[in-house]
């Protein structure tokens, strides 16, 4: 199971390495699934420990369980992983 977030140092997958080096930023999706309560407990939690903005999130959108919402936060960082708050961008 550890071996799932092992980096993968091998490129020839990428079909165009000239493409890595005009897009160098890294984009993450976190989703946050769960009671509209839940939800917003952990979007403000996340928010003090100043890892994102509650404004940088999606507004809750209804999930496939009813009773569940869901929201996105979209991160991008550049090629040496800072976030574009962290590198004064």
Do not use: H
């Not at 993450?28 to 928010?47: M, N």
């Amino acid at each position: 199971m550890s071996q799932e977030f092992v980096p993968d140092d091998n490129l020839s997958d990428r079909p165009n390495d000239d493409s890595a080096a005009v897009c160098e930023q890294e984009v993450v999706l976190l989703t946050v699934v769960g009671s509209p309560k839940g939800v917003r407990e952990t979007i403000l939690t996340l928010y003090r420990l100043g890892f994102a903005q509650v404004g940088d999130w999606s507004p809750p959108q209804r999930a496939a369980n009813p009773k569940q919402v869901i929201s996105v936060l979209i991160r991008r960082s550049g090629a040496d992983g800072t976030s574009p708050r962290q590198s004064g961008r």
